[in-house]
Structure formats: structure tokens, C-alpha cells
């Protein structure tokens, strides 16, 4: 089998990962990203660990959310957030062990 090919086989992933990765290229977003993993976090819990303020998360979560990278669900009066696509949750994985890890 040729992998050259391989990469190139469905145009909309390609697309959707160069979209991602765009969106997640600003330090903020991927903080946000590197704290929700495979959890699903409040607004007010992302602002406590983030450390600015709800108006800043809350227009970097709606650039997330456009991109179709966050989902949400509302549970009383809270909005949670947590990363839709199992994919995402994987480079996240893969961008904390490669970055976030002290070498031994």
C-alpha cells in the first residue's frame, strides 16, 4: 500500500485538522485545551484555572466552539465545555507528552 496516498484520502479531514490546529495555534486555546483533555469543565472552572478574565475565555471558547473543536452541556445554571472529537483529545495527549513532560 502506498501511505503517500493515504494522507490525502478524505479532503474534509485534512481540512478539519488544518482548521484545528489554526485554532488551537494561540497559546490561550491551547491552554484551555491542554485543561479540558477528557473532561468536561465549567466556564468558571476554566476561568479559575486560566487566570483572566470570563470575557477573554469565554471569546476564545466561541472560537473553539465554531471550529468544532468544544461541545457543550448546560447542567442548571452552568454551561460545560469539553472537546468533541476523540481525534482532538489524542493530539492533546500526544502535544502534553511530547512538551509537557520533563525529559528524564
Given at each position: 500500500?502506498?501511505?503517500?496516498?493515504?494522507?490525502l484520502?478524505?479532503?474534509?479531514?485534512?481540512?478539519?485538522?488544518?482548521?484545528?490546529?489554526?485554532?488551537?495555534?494561540?497559546?490561550?486555546?491551547?491552554?484551555?485545551?491542554?485543561i479540558?483533555?477528557?473532561?468536561?469543565?465549567?466556564?468558571q472552572?476554566?476561568?479559575?484555572?486560566?487566570?483572566?478574565?470570563?470575557?477573554?475565555?469565554s471569546?476564545?471558547?466561541?472560537?473553539?466552539?465554531?471550529?468544532?473543536?468544544?461541545?457543550?452541556?448546560?447542567?442548571?445554571?452552568?454551561?460545560?465545555?469539553?472537546?468533541?472529537d476523540?481525534?482532538?483529545?489524542?493530539?492533546?495527549?500526544?502535544?502534553?507528552?511530547v512538551?509537557?513532560?520533563?525529559?528524564?
Amino acid at each position: 500500500m502506498d501511505t503517500k496516498h493515504d494522507i490525502l484520502y478524505d479532503e474534509n479531514d485534512i481540512n478539519k485538522a488544518a482548521r484545528c490546529l489554526k485554532a488551537m495555534s494561540h497559546p490561550l486555546r491551547l491552554k484551555i485545551l491542554c485543561i479540558l483533555g477528557k473532561e468536561s469543565i465549567s466556564v468558571q472552572d476554566i476561568v479559575a484555572q486560566v487566570g483572566t478574565s470570563q470575557s477573554n475565555i469565554s471569546q476564545h471558547l466561541s472560537i473553539l466552539r465554531e471550529k468544532n473543536i468544544l461541545a457543550t452541556k448546560k447542567e442548571a445554571n452552568r454551561v460545560y465545555y469539553y472537546i468533541d472529537d476523540q481525534r482532538m483529545i489524542q493530539l492533546i495527549d500526544m502535544m502534553r507528552e511530547v512538551f509537557c513532560t520533563k525529559p528524564h
